[in-house]
């Protein structure tokens, strides 16, 4: 097995990682949903889903973390208070990892994938990135073929599940 982290970071991981479980089993829940939705039309109706479509626009979702706007006061569920937590976690380690909270996460979400699917993970960030980047920029049936490699990467990532 090839691990590129040190072992402060691997127990960190691993000991948030047992933290998770744990409070997952004792809630008897379903893992958390995914923050990445798709913005899908087809024969002019749009959908959204967290599966990936041909064409798809990636939309970013933000909870609203507790804030109630009736009565303006904060009320927390469990799992806005552990999200906070990891993040405090995630900004105490920060000098250790050199990892703001986002890309602790995507590590800690990670951390039990074989090496070879953690590579081809880091391969998919990036290359969906420039695709994404080359299908704001592109028109016409390059657009599409841009589209169509996007979604085959995209497919394969939440196949990997990365």
Not at 23 to 46: D, F, H, M, V
Not at 53 to 74: I, M, Q, Y
Not at 106 to 116: D, G, I, S, T
Request: hydrophobic share 35%.
């Amino acid at each position: 097995m090839n691990i590129n982290a040190s072992p402060q970071i691997l127990s960190l991981l691993l000991l948030l990682n047992l933290a998770s479980a744990s409070a997952w089993a004792q809630t008897g829940g379903l893992p958390p949903a995914s923050r990445t939705a798709y913005k899908c039309e087809n024969g002019g109706k749009i959908s959204y889903s967290d599966a990936p479509c041909v064409g798809a626009k990636r939309v970013d979702l933000e909870p609203t973390r507790g804030l109630n706007k009736s009565s303006g006061t904060e009320r927390l569920g469990r799992d806005v208070v552990q999200e906070r937590q990891n993040e405090m976690l995630a900004e105490a380690v920060k000098p250790i990892t050199g990892m703001n909270p986002a890309q602790f996460e995507v590590e800690k979400r990670r951390v039990y994938l074989p090496a070879a699917v953690k590579a081809e993970c880091k391969g998919l960030d990036r290359r969906m990135a420039e695709a994404e980047g080359l299908e704001r920029g592109s028109s016409g049936q390059n657009r599409v073929n841009v589209q169509i490699a996007l979604f085959k990467m995209r497919a394969r990532f939440q196949e990997l599940r990365c």
